[in-house]
């Protein structure tokens, strides 16, 4: 069982937190990543949407990607059937916990600040989260650092894709590294279409299973790892070459 951090902090900011973890909890920590899109809640839900279920039982998620932090949103503790996610109340664990079953929540106390010696207005992660983070691991849920929440948590959609003729609308979720476009249009939806091609502007992008299916440099669309739809190139990168960013994203197919 572990610690999960996910953040959009970069360098620097993760590590402190990590060390303020280790003070209070000798329990592993494992960076899931710090390189979600600075304040893209929408990327960060789908990264830890899609990571999850890959930890032992029992791992405590940080998720950090906080636009709002230092105002008046609420720094939550989700204790689900496997897991524990602690967050901003922005929707980042939502998918996440409704999918896994929530059991309750805690908001967390400013109190809980103690341990890093400062609230301060702009790392949360450090002065809230990570702290409440290695309290539940250690099973000190005391009322001193943790309230029953009861009230209504934001709510965040992943998969809303619409479907209008022969056009669907979904959104670009999130680039890797690679530069592969990857959407929340998922298999089920790809294979009712039964496309051959994806066609975005004049683009046409064939459909297929792998990315040997095309000569290099050339664009293709497949279904990836996260079991949903993505546009790439073949040793190549889709979202420079093409100009394409994370938003809302409209394709027709054939």
Known sequence: MVIALLTDFGDYYGGVMKGLIRKISRTEVVDVTHSITPQNVLEGAFLLYNSYRFFPEGSVFVGVVDPGVGGRRKALAIETENYWFVCPDN????????EDGIVRIYEIKEEVS?????????????DLFAPASALIKEGRLSAEYFLPYNDEIEKLELFDVKIKGNEICGKVVYIDRFGNVVTNIREEIVSDLSPEKFILGSLETPFVRKYEDVDVGEPLCLIGSFNTLELSVRNGNFARKFNLMHGDLRLRWK
């Open 114 to 126: 103690r341990f890093s010696g400062s609230l301060s207005s702009t790392f949360h992660g450090r």
């Open 91 to 98: 929707g980042i664990a939502y998918p996440s916990a409704i």
